[in-house]
């Protein structure tokens, strides 16, 4: 039987699941040895020796670990331990439209809880410089804004602010990567019909309390605030 026999008779080896077992050991090999960010992680040969696997499936592993942020490769020190972009990587598969519809349901209600968590943040750190820019921004908003369930320039422009307000940049970029997934979600027809409720809190009445109340009276107000999103998540 010739090569080409033997070709046609035999499939192909699947090696994705010794590659896929090999990742998961090199992770846990990384944590057992306590190596921090920028410590050098060792050789291929050594790796394959110690895993049992050829320097080829180790080489395919360690380029998954690279995609994904955990090490990249340095002049002199060779591949090291990196702290990875965990939003960044998030992004690339953040897109409504190819979420199932729970998994978009969940992280609209994601967001909800993170708009109401971060009171104290916001107390903490907020400069009379933001309160103006806050000012400013709910400025250009119409009369009636107390009145709209959501309006996605709004919403960006306010709720981004709060976000940077709080100091916490991965709590941003999460808020970024979110916003999408709110409007889908929003004008999707997910959830049930939107509730008009006749009072709650707009942007400015937000402010309001920034500048004069407590975290725990923004909380409330937030939660007001919200209080269509819930409506529709619970009605």
């Given at each position: 039987m010739d090569a080409i026999e033997l070709k046609e008779n035999f499939k192909e080896v699947d090696t994705s699941s010794l590659v896929d077992k090999v990742e998961a050991n090199l992770v846990t090999l990384l944590q057992q040895r306590k190596l921090k960010v920028g410590d050098p992680i060792p050789k291929e040969l050594e790796l394959a020796n110690t895993l049992g696997v050829s320097r080829t499936v180790i080489r395919e592993a360690m380029l998954r670990l690279r995609v994904m942020g955990l090490i990249e490769s340095r002049k002199k020190k060779g591949a090291v331990i990196t702290s990875p972009d965990l939003f960044g990587n998030m992004s690339k598969s953040m897109n409504p439209h190819i979420l199932d519809q729970e998994t978009l349901k969940q992280m609209f209600e994601i967001r909800l809880?993170?708009?109401?968590?971060?009171?104290?943040?916001?107390?903490?750190?907020?400069?009379?410089?933001?309160?103006?820019?806050?000012?400013?921004?709910?400025?250009?908003?119409?009369?009636?804004?107390?009145?709209?369930?959501?309006?996605?320039?709004?919403?960006?422009?306010?709720?981004?602010?709060?976000?940077?307000?709080?100091?916490?940049?991965?709590?941003?970029?999460?808020?970024?990567?979110?916003?999408?997934?709110?409007?889908?979600?929003?004008?999707?027809?997910?959830?049930?019909?939107?509730?008009?409720?006749?009072?709650?809190?707009?942007?400015?009445?937000?402010?309001?309390?920034?500048e004069n109340g407590s975290p725990e009276l923004f909380r409330n107000a937030m939660r007001n605030h919200l209080e269509n999103h819930f409506a529709r998540l619970f009605e």
């Open positions: 809880v993170l708009e109401i968590g971060m009171a104290d943040f916001i107390f903490q750190r907020i400069t009379k410089e933001d309160i103006a820019a806050l000012r400013e921004i709910v400025s250009h908003e119409p009369p009636a804004t107390q009145h709209h369930l959501f309006n996605i320039e709004h919403e960006i422009a306010f709720h981004g602010k709060l976000y940077e307000i709080t100091g916490n940049e991965n709590m941003k970029k999460f808020q970024s990567m979110l916003l999408p997934v709110f409007d889908y979600v929003h004008h999707s027809g997910l959830l049930k019909k939107p509730i008009s409720h006749k009072k709650f809190v707009s942007h400015k009445g937000l402010v309001d309390i920034i």
